[in-house]
């Protein structure tokens, strides 16, 4: 069975906890963020940073000013708009869950980027150096598919593992959905009765529930059919000639996947010369 996150906006404390512990499971360097007046930082998911933390201020009844902590990352859809319209299939959807991507495949056509309602593909335009990259690929969270496959050190993506207040449970979806509606039910003076990612887009692995309204705390008003529904009708009205660019972009993902075995083959060799001097 495919397993997910519930994200608990109201057990959140925005200790950021997720975001670093993501970074130092993925090894993504730090990078120069932008001050924002609402604390959120980085502003939004990047290359470098798959989970960000949001800040959103809001009200009490008695009119007393609350915050609200919402930990973002790839929602992971059930059908996922993105693998559809790859045209060389460097993303698949994986039978646990997780959204992933294969970096030698990725031609940096960025359709993925166009595709998904919810703004989450980034591409490396700068590497960790600040350098431009002339090949940007795409970077996002993969719900800890390795962690998951191979059980070490913990099955647990490392946003949940790490997680103090217990804000984002890991586990089947369909048990997670099942703790959602219990909260609830069980406190509808905390909770707004919605649960986020439950139908939304046909349905997404991370789910949240929060005491704002959905729309107040920046998530997209979407469809409820799945995007590869649209995305199929869209193109079975593109005329044949145009199905053309199809070949060009596997030329182009040929041309520069033999490119980048040069390249290894070159880092090699220059590696191997170093090692054998003296």
């Not at 200790?15 to 670093?20: A, L, N």
């Not at 887009?201 to 409820?224: R, W």
Request: with cysteine.
């Amino acid at each position: 069975m495919a397993k997910g996150l519930l994200i608990d906006t109201v057990k959140c404390t925005g200790c950021r906890g997720c975001q670093t512990a993501c970074k130092q499971w993925n090894l993504n360097p730090a990078v120069e963020t932008k001050f924002s007046p609402t604390m959120t930082n980085p502003l939004e998911t990047n290359a470098y940073s798959f989970v960000h933390v949001e800040f959103y201020e809001n009200s009490k009844s008695n009119g007393d000013l609350d915050w609200t902590f919402v930990s973002k990352r790839c929602m992971h859809c059930e059908h996922p708009a993105c693998v559809s319209v790859c045209p060389v299939g460097a993303l698949q959807k994986l039978d646990f869950g997780p959204v992933v991507w294969e970096e030698g495949r990725c031609i940096g056509c960025r359709y993925c980027q166009n595709a998904c309602p919810f703004d989450i593909p980034k591409y490396t335009w700068f590497d960790e150096n600040g350098k431009t990259d002339p090949w940007p690929k795409i970077a996002k969270c993969t719900l800890c598919w390795d962690r998951q496959l191979n059980k070490t050190p913990s099955e647990i993506p490392a946003c949940s593992k790490t997680c103090p207040p217990k804000a984002i449970l890991f586990g089947e979806r369909s048990d997670l959905l099942a703790i959602a509606k219990d909260r609830i039910a069980k406190s509808p003076d905390k909770y707004f009765n919605h649960i986020y990612g439950e139908e939304e887009v046909g349905g997404t692995q991370v789910m949240f529930i929060s005491s704002q309204d959905p729309h107040a705390i920046g998530f997209p008003d979407v469809e409820k059919e799945s995007y590869p529904g649209f995305t199929w009708e869209f193109l079975s009205r593109i005329p044949y000639e145009i199905a053309g660019l199809g070949a060009i972009l596997v030329g182009t993902y040929v041309w520069r996947s033999n490119r980048l075995k040069k390249k290894a083959l070159e880092e090699s060799a220059v590696s191997n010369t170093k090692g054998g001097s003296h």
